[in-house]
């Protein structure tokens, strides 16, 4: 079993940049990865960005890609997501998310948390 806390979010304004960090612990395969997914008002789930534990190695949707950038830290077992140029259609609840580095690609969550808003608006 796999537990998930996500910290930061809130309100931002559109341009500006916003730290969430996500805190892992439970049975954490090196063989598996963290990512981030995000859910806006009436939207699917969308998978944004992961990154492999072992390698460091890492993805990024195509809508986030050049203004995110997501991180690892392997001995306190957290996996942060640095966001920048924020526009208002980044708002949404964004959750940490475990699991095998193709089902987070493709939105196949074994564990996620609570999940954390992000707005931005001016």
């Known amino acids: 079993h796999v537990q998930l806390v996500e910290s930061g979010g809130g309100l931002v304004q559109p341009g500006g940049s916003v730290r969430l960090s996500c805190a892992a612990s439970g049975f954490i395969l090196d063989y598996y990865a963290l990512g981030w997914f995000r859910q806006a008002p009436g939207k699917e789930r969308e998978p944004i960005s992961c990154?492999?534990?072992?390698?460091?190695?890492?993805w990024y949707a195509d809508s986030v890609k050049g203004r995110f950038t997501i991180s690892r830290d392997n001995v306190k077992n957290t996996v942060s997501l640095e966001m920048n140029d924020l526009r208002a259609e980044d708002t949404a609840v964004y959750y940490c998310a475990y699991g095998t580095w193709t089902g987070l690609i493709l939105g196949e969550y074994d564990y996620w948390g609570q999940g954390t808003q992000v707005t931005v608006s001016s």
């Open positions: 990154i492999s534990i072992k390698d460091g190695g890492t």
